[in-house]
């Protein structure tokens, strides 16, 4: 197994399995935020069962973060390692019209918000939407 894996997994008191570290690695190598179908098809061997209930773990253990972006599916983002999903660590997010994409725009915060002193804030969403910039949108 290889040693970075399984040392990002104990950082979030996550037991370091062959799966697990199958799973991780692959969601490493997205270059945005991905769903379930996207990981189901990357890692066609592994049953579509067990691929759940590791981003269950991993989302409960803060390894990853999730959100909706309007699309109809919750996007998932792996978490920096200083990441401990609390609304301060909170970002916004984009999402291409054209090629259904999402990425994290963490250099955005989530901005803070005075509510009621009754209201709990729990989550914040912010999604930005329009072109990319990186799909063929606008090619000949």
Partial sequence: MN??????????DIKPTSTRIL??????HFDRAFNLSDLEIKLDTVDKSTISRTIHLFHEHQLIHSFDDGSGSVKYSVCSRDCHCR???????????????????ENISIPQFKLSPVMQM???N???KGYCGQCG????
């Fill in 87 to 105: 609304i301060e660590d909170l970002h916004a997010h984009f999402y291409c019209n054209y090629c259904k994409k999402a990425f994290c725009l």
């Fill in 126 to 128: 912010l999604v930005i």
């Fill in 122 to 124: 729990e989550s914040v």
């Fill in 23 to 28: 799973v991780l690695k692959e969601m490493l």
């Fill in 137 to 140: 949108k606008f090619a000949t």
């Fill in 3 to 12: 040693s970075s894996y399984e040392k990002l997994l104990e950082e979030r």
